[in-house]
């Protein structure tokens, strides 16, 4: 029987600590944010549809997307984010089923329910961490300030959301082993086996 379980939550919450566990347990990850990079290459679709809303200045001189500047218009406000979202996602979406091929497969995606992507999914997870946590997080990994963080955290949607709209909720504030355990036992739920 094949098993897809959307794996979501806000940025810096350790979406890819769960990810990483469940492909040690050897269920297939298909990492959104890595097929995002891909949909917007030089060149593609992708590319075209966010020039055409954001404007050729979030190009670097080769022709590359330029993230900062992206990320500066995009989170700018939230009708921007939105726009960002409604101008990528069907593209990433489309790249997501080309690799959805196995029977046991985690779809790690920040936006899953915003794309439309839960509707492949049997079940979905949402991580959640407090927010002081999750400022020191991506300040720590993106090399932001911490307003940048702030703003960035401000553009995602709240715990209540992902509450909301997830089959299953866990909690990544404190010690990573203990989190990683709880993960790992909830995927064993869901996908049987080892």
């Known amino acids: 029987m094949s098993i897809t379980v ?18 040690k347990m050897g269920i297939k990850v298909i990492d959104c944010d890595l097929i995002a990079r891909d949909a917007v290459k030089k060149g593609s679709k992708g590319l075209c549809a966010l020039i055409s809303v954001f404007g050729d200045d979030i190009l670097l001189s080769d022709g590359q997307l330029n993230r900062a500047r992206l990320a500066e218009k995009a989170f700018s406000s939230d009708e921007n984010t939105a726009l960002l979202n409604k101008t990528i996602l069907p593209f990433i979406s489309e790249l997501v089923r080309q690799q959805m091929d196995c029977d046991k497969i985690l779809l790690d995606a920040p936006t899953l329910f915003e794309s439309g992507l839960d509707s492949v999914c049997d079940c979905t997870i949402a991580v959640l961490a407090d927010e002081k946590v999750r ?10 300030t911490l307003n940048e963080a702030k703003r960035r955290i401000s553009a995602g949607k709240s715990d209540n959301f ?27 739920k869901i996908f049987g086996g080892r």
Do not use: M, Q, W
């Open 135 to 144: 400022l020191k997080r991506i300040i720590a990994r993106d090399n932001l």
């Open 6 to 23: 959307g794996l979501t939550g806000p940025t810096g919450a350790g979406k890819s600590a769960a990810s990483a566990a469940a492909l």
């Open 162 to 188: 992902f509450i909301k709209n997830a089959d299953y909720v866990i909690y990544n504030n404190a010690d990573g082993k203990e989190f990683i355990n709880e993960a790992e036992a909830l995927f064993k």
